[in-house]
Structures are given as C-alpha cells and as structure tokens.
T-cell receptor, first 113, second 111 residues
Framework: QKEVEQDPGPLSVPEGAIVSLNCTYS??????FMWYRQYSRKGPELLMY????GNKEDGRFTAQVDKSSKYISLFIRDSQPSDSATYLC?????????????FGAGTRLAVHP | SQTIHQWPATLVQPVGSPLSLECTVE??????LYWYRQAAGRGLQLLFY??????ISSEVPQNLSASRPQDRQFILSSKKLLLSDSGFYLC??????????FGPGTRLTVT
C-alpha cells in the first residue's frame, strides 16, 4: 500500500463548478499537509499548506484536513479554465534527520468553458 | 524574495553520455536543497537532498550523483546516461519550515 493515495483522474468539470480533490494516507506520523499545482511542463507551485485538522481558506481555495480519518481535500470554488492543471498533495514526516515530503501521484483537472 | 533557477530547460542526450544539471537559489541562505525526478504520469521521486555545503544524502541508489559546491548551488550529474534516466528533473529548496519550493525543471530525453 502506498503511503499517500490520490486518484489520478482526469477530472473534467464545467467552468464555475466546485471541484473536490482528495488524498488519503496511511502514516499517522504525517504532520504537515500541502497542495501543489503543476501546469503542463512546469515545476509544481505551492498552493496551500496546513498543519492542523480543520479548514484553511485562501480565496477560491479551501484545504481541509481530517487527521482522524487520514484524509485531506482541496476545494476549488467557481473553477476557471486557468485552474486546469495537475494537483499534487504532499505530506511531511520527520525521517532521516529532516522533514521528508511524500507526494501523491497527482490529479489532472480540466475546466472547460 | 526567493527565486530558484534550473538549466538547461530541455536536454536531449545519447545513451552513455555524461550529464550535468544545475540549480541555483537566490534570496535565501543555507537552504535545504532537493533533486526530484518526475516520470510521465507519476508522482515525484526524491533523488537527493542536502542540508549544507558538501552534505549530500541519497534516497535511491542509481546512476546519478549530486554535489553542492556552494551554499545555493546544487548539481545533478551522471557519468553515463541510461535510457531509464529520461524524465523531468526538479530542484527544490526549503527554509526552516516543511514546505518546499520548486524550480522550473529540466526535461531530459535520453536517446
């Protein structure tokens, strides 16, 4: 079993839809949770990060963490064609002397006009 | 503000040739530095990380090596490339917290 599971999609939605992206994890030592956005042929861009269970909002984006269920989500409201990208979840755990990031495989999102 | 550079952006190399990819970070001191590889449709695989000059840790035994000759410079090398070395190579840095910031990447095709 992978430490972090993420549905690869692709996920196709109409413009204006609410998008829900999810990851599950198995390692209860994960303490820090991040979402990255990666456009085609570009490096990942950090979107949001959170430490505790609960919700964190930034504009149209909301990150949600449920540590008891080992489940994290990213919600995108009023989705735009410019949101079309691959979204990677990442989690950190102290390992080998530093905080190591474990990434999900990424979910490809397409928002069509 | 901090910026991270990688070059070259794309590279096509024959099997058996050497490799040198460079990464530099501006606007921060003593960053942790990382090399990742991303294969098509897959997640990010950590190859090397460094917490300081000359300090390199390898995550996966392979055909590649890394060096950190200066505080904000990180180099990925190979003496002889294999077909399986093709991929998208990403450099990242982090400061005193967990989040990592990525460079634009180098797309390597080994022919």
């Amino acid at each position: 079993q992978k430490e972090v599971e993420q549905d690869p999609g692709p996920l196709s939605v109409p413009e204006g839809a609410i998008v829900s992206l999810n990851c599950t994890y198995s390692n209860s030592a994960f303490q820090y949770f991040m979402w990255y956005r990666q456009y085609s042929r570009k490096g990942p861009e950090l979107l949001m990060y959170t430490y505790s269970s609960g919700n964190k909002e930034d504009g149209r984006f909301t990150a949600q963490v449920d540590k008891s269920s080992k489940y994290i989500s990213l919600f995108i409201r009023d989705s735009q064609p410019s949101d079309s990208a691959t979204y990677l979840c990442a989690m950190s755990a102290f390992s080998g002397g530093y905080n190591k990031l474990i990434f999900g495989a990424g979910t490809r999102l397409a928002v069509h006009p | 503000s901090q910026t991270i550079h990688q070059w070259p952006a794309t590279l096509v190399q024959p099997v058996g040739s050497p490799l040198s990819l460079e990464c530099t970070v501006e606007g921060t001191s003593n960053p942790n530095l990382y090399w990742y590889r991303q294969a098509a449709g897959r997640g990010l695989q950590l190859l090397f990380y460094s917490v300081g000059i000359g300090q390199i840790s390898s995550e996966v035994p392979q055909n590649l090596s890394a060096s950190r000759p200066q505080d904000r410079q990180f180099i990925l090398s190979s003496k002889k490339l294999l077909l399986s070395d093709s991929g998208f190579y990403l450099c990242a840095w982090s400061g005193g917290t967990d989040e990592q910031y990525f460079g634009p990447g180098t797309r390597l095709t080994v022919t």
